[in-house]
């Protein structure tokens, strides 16, 4: 699982593994990483005011919602389409 930067634009051309993403191959087994990309720089997500992600200096949308990238915001977009793969075909 990786994240991809699409770099602002529409244009899928010039998207790129995120600098944030890990990237193969691996040590152990030499397989190519990632296998599955989604997006995942400046995704927006809620913010709890007051918790240690509360910087004014990250990109905001009003006060409730902040900008991070990585895996980790690429990785539950991934999981959703999943699930909308196995409820389509439980098989």
Request: proline letters at 10%; a negative charge.
């Amino acid at each position: 699982m990786g994240a991809y930067d699409n770099h602002k634009t529409a244009d899928p051309s010039d998207d790129t593994i995120a600098r944030d993403s890990s990237r193969g191959p691996t040590a152990h087994d030499h397989v190519a990483k990632p296998d599955l990309v989604a997006p995942g720089v400046q995704i927006f997500g809620a913010l709890s005011p007051g918790s240690r992600k509360d910087n004014p200096e990250r990109p905001r949308i009003a006060r409730n919602y902040y900008a991070e990238s990585g895996t980790s915001q690429a990785t539950p977009q991934i999981a959703g389409l999943v699930a909308c793969l196995l409820q389509a075909n439980p098989a």
